[in-house]
């Protein structure tokens, strides 16, 4: 738009779209390589269960998100009940919690040895398994309930924002015809809301198929364990890269079909009208109902393995509270820090050149960076140390060439293979982050600001900065959470000896002592409310 | 600016951090930390030599691989058997020759080929329910009596502790009745294989099964911890296969690695390792029977009873380890 934006801004923009696709076709090549059969007899074998699994899983989780999160946040949209406005953003809250803590806490609970279950047999007098059914916890049904649990709020908020945003007077016309709520809910809000939905259950697909800790405790085997596994286990990284390319096979699907339905959901929602409509006052046992289905949703998924999580920390507090406890804290924190102002800086980077490019191409840039996060973090930790192991001995090779003694390990072997990986997976955050703010700035700012005789630069830290700051905030925010919270590649991709909070909390999760590592949960926990609440009250401000 | 000047800074500690590497060794690590930082300090005070520990619970062979010759690593600690002939099969270790070992360790528990030393020892029992089943004398073979249907709970088969003991059925009884004897146990599993050694004895206690695959050592570590002195007491240790072949020993050991630096002063730490001294700590702290046979394990360990050890030398197992992963493969053992 600008007349001449440098070519400068584009290389750079190309530049850093291919450092970050970097991993991906690193995967598709090592893939190619021959693995020694190792990849055959997984196919022999384990490989269809794995495979089965992963899709069985994705299917179950998303249904059941689906199912918790749709009668919630058309609630929460289209009625007035006791707690509504508390709800409004407690249904978030969920999203905060590590689903493999929130397993743990419902393995405890539930398993043979666990209060319901020894309740239930000293109140019948049973003695051992053999003499009653109970659905094992540690099961795929296990592992598809936690994650809905945990992953809902991804629908509920996409959902929320859907049905609010629906035409007032398509609603009154649906009244007119003679719809109470419930006809008016199947009739008009849930199919004109399916983009949304569809989007959200994308979304939750994608998390479902990266999730590694949860389904490694309950010991279903997926292709995210299976990738680490043979890996580590059979030690073939050909293998394991085979297995990887399945997986975004799988992933990648998921992405068309997400695009497919946002391209729809914005004809829909065009339409919407701006009055908001007028909501339905729930009273009497519809109240109660409302408010008990709400209560029990963010007890179940939040507040219980929350409460329990306390208590543990309460009890060892003394245990969990030492040198170390403080030092990975730092280590989640500074890297989290790190990554979020680097992902954000790319985020604006990128954006701008998009915006102000009179190029057509220059649109690629943002686009391409955005598929980092498509890669679940087992797979992204293999296209990440493939070319960064090159680099290190491409660097040490040219000192010894030299005439010096090489550095050694200086990228795959410190924290900035982390923060590099980091960096790739969240950058699609920070770019949808700064995107959406840059949608709100008027482009007669640019072209005022263009006659007054600004280069690009000083428009970008001028202009553009100033105005994007919530949105830059709020990028930030969650590329900082997202950071606290991921654990394959942290887990593969660390420094030996290094370890931060997710690594550590897991740790004793795989030791069956999460009891001893709680302290941490609960700050994991708890940094990843405070961006949740500060979005969800953004979000609203918008509304 | 003041960020990109900051973050330019913070880049080069973090790059810096990794090359001082000089003098110290580095010791790559299965083991935790807090199990052997004590025996190293020792260590340090009577050599002057700095001990850095890295612990790892899975993948220290596959990242030793990868950083070839720019590996960090001098001297690596395995906690099993397995891991350590992953080292050897990967050549990722050189013989470290010494008299000093071979006279401290055993010719049973150290490669002929000096790549690798054993440790310590442990016992892969069977424990039982004292309630339900009371002392047994067990063999392993038995585990797949459909007597047991629904009564054994065990770990992963794919852990390294249970490949090393298919790998022992394999090599005393040959694949075709070793595959029978896995179904046989697969088919009396009380549940999907989960959870560590520990944790299958909690299931004893708790009535989920009345059998349970576990090292000798966890019974030691749940005597420690409060909260499982119940579990522990709710079960018997049985030593399997007395009257014949005797019990699978599993060790944990250490080797050179390949690219050391300081291959010397990691001699010199091996070494160390396989003294009275070191021995008695490293086996007492984690509940272990010594290599080095004048040393005696801790009362605790003692007071379990003496023991008849499979007398097959450790490292002919190596040879069925590929088959033992395949098989527990072809059996869907975890599945």
């Known amino acids: 738009m600008i007349l001449g934006l440098p070519k400068r801004w584009s290389l750079a923009g190309y530049f850093v779209a291919l450092v970050i696709t970097l991993p991906l076709v690193a995967i598709l090549i090592q893939a190619m390589i021959p693995d020694e059969s190792v990849f055959g007899h997984l196919l022999d074998t384990v490989l269809p269960t794995y495979i089965s699994n992963t899709l069985l899983l994705m299917f179950w989780v998303c249904l059941g998100a689906i199912l918790i999160a749709t009668p919630a946040a058309w609630l929460v949209a289209k009625c007035h009940f006791p707690g509504r406005a508390i709800f409004q953003w407690a249904l978030l809250l969920p999203l905060a919690m590590p689903a493999y803590v929130v397993a743990y806490v419902y393995t405890d609970l539930l398993d043979y040895a666990g209060p319901i279950q020894s309740a239930l047999r000293s109140f019948f007098g049973w003695g051992s398994p053999q003499d009653y059914y109970f659905p094992e916890v540690r099961s795929l049904g296990g592992a598809s309930m936690m994650l809905a649990f945990v992953l809902f709020p991804y629908i509920y908020l996409l959902a929320r924002t859907a049905f609010m945003e629906q035409s007032s007077s398509l609603q009154h016309a649906t009244r007119v015809m003679g719809c109470g709520p419930w006809q008016s809910f199947w009739r008009f809000s849930l ?79 065009k339409q919407s009208g701006a009055e908001p409509c007028e909501l339905y006052s729930l009273k009497g046992i519809k109240a109660l109902l409302a408010t008990g289905y709400c209560t029990l949703l963010l007890l179940v998924s939040f507040l219980l393995p929350f409460i329990i999580l306390l208590n543990y920390a309460w009890q060892y507090f003394d245990e969990s509270w030492h040198v170390e406890f403080l030092a990975f804290s730092f280590n989640s924190f500074y890297i989290a820090a790190i990554v979020s102002v680097i992902s954000v800086t790319l985020g604006i980077l990128l954006m701008f050149i998009s915006r102000v490019s009179p190029r057509k191409a220059d649109l690629l840039p943002s686009r391409l960076s955005s598929t980092g996060y498509a890669l679940p973090g087992t797979v992204l930790a293999i296209g990440i140390l493939v070319p960064l192991t090159y680099l290190d001995f491409a660097v040490n090779d040219l000192y010894e060439y ?78 900082f959470i997202e950071c606290m919270k991921e654990l394959p590649a942290a887990l593969l991709l660390r420094p030996v000896g290094f370890e931060n909070l997710a690594t550590y909390v897991f740790q004793f999760v795989s030791d069956e002592q999460l009891e001893h590592g709680a302290l941490a949960a609960i700050v994991i926990v708890l940094v990843g409310l405070v961006p949740l609440i500060y979005l969800n009250r953004s979000l609203e401000q918008q509304g | 600016m003041k960020i990109i000047k900051n973050l330019a800074v913070l880049g080069f500690v973090c790059f810096a951090s990794v090359a001082n590497a000089a003098d110290k060794l580095t010791v790559y690590s299965y083991r935790q930390a807090f199990l052997i930082d004590p025996i190293l300090n020792d260590f340090t005070k009577e050599t002057g030599i700095d001990v850095d520990v890295v612990f790892s619970k899975k993948g220290i062979a596959e990242r030793m691989m990868r950083e070839g010759r720019l590996s960090p690593a001098d001297v690596v600690l395995t906690s099993d058997f397995y891991r350590l002939m992953e080292l050897v ?74 490949i090393s003991l298919v790998a022992s059925m394999i090599a005393h009884h040959g694949e075709a009745e070793t595959k029978a004897w896995l179904t ?53 240790i049985n030593f399997p296969n007395q009257d014949n072949l005797g019990s699978h020993i599993n060790v944990s050991g250490m080797a050179l690695a390949k690219h050391s630096r300081n291959k010397d002063n990691a001699l010199k730490l091996m070494e160390y390792l396989s003294g009275d001294k070191a021995q008695k700590a490293y086996a007492e702290v984690n509940m272990e029977y010594p290599v080095k046979a004048d040393v005696e394990p801790s009362a605790l360990v003692a007071s379990w009873g003496e023991f008849k050890a499979d007398s097959l030398p450790i490292y002919k197992l190596a040879e069925f380890h590929h088959a033992a992963v395949k098989m527990l493969d072809e059996v869907k053992f975890d599945l």
């Open chain 1, 191 to 269: 199919p004109m809301a399916r983009p949304a939905l569809a989007v959200g259950v994308a979304l939750v697909a994608m998390e479902t198929a990266a999730d590694f800790a949860t389904v490694s405790y309950f010991a279903v085997p997926t292709l995210t364990t299976a990738v680490y596994d043979t890996w580590l286990g059979y030690g073939s990284l050909s293998a394991a890269a085979k297995l990887s390319a399945i997986m975004l096979l799988v992933v990648f699907t998921m992405i068309g079909f997400e695009r497919f339905a946002r391209r729809k959901q914005q004809l829909f929602q």
């Open chain 2, 89 to 162: 099969d990967k050549e990722l270790v050189v013989p470290a020759s010494s008299e000093l070992l071979s006279s401290n360790i055993p010719a049973q528990y150290r490669s002929p080929d000096e790549t690798w030393y054993a440790l310590t020892m442990r016992v892969r029992n069977v424990y039982s329910s004292k309630e339900r089943l009371g002392k047994l004398n067990i063999n392993y073979e038995d585990l797949a009596d459909p007597k047991y249907k629904g009564k054994i709970c065990t770990r992963s088969g794919k852990h390294p502790y249970n």
């Open chain 1, 402 to 479: 030299l005439g010096q003694q090489g550095p050694g390990l200086i990228f795959t072997g410190s924290v900035f293979v982390l923060i590099f990986a980091f960096c790739i997976r969240f950058s699609a955050i920070a770019i949808g982050s700064v995107e959406n703010s840059y949608k709100r700035i008027s482009p007669s700012l640019d072209m005022a600001a263009i006659t007054m005789g600004l280069k690009p630069s000083s428009l970008l830290w001028r202009v553009h900065l100033p105005l994007l700051r919530k949105g830059i905030f709020a990028g930030m925010l969650l590329v």
């Open chain 2, 184 to 236: 046989g146990l697969k088919a009396n599993l009380a549940r999907k294989p989960q959870g560590n050694d520990r944790a299958q004895v909690k299931a004893v206690k708790e009535g989920l099964c009345d059998l349970a695959i576990g090292n000798s050592y966890y019974l030691g570590k749940m005597l420690q911890d409060p909260k499982q002195v119940p579990w522990a007491e709710a079960v018997e």
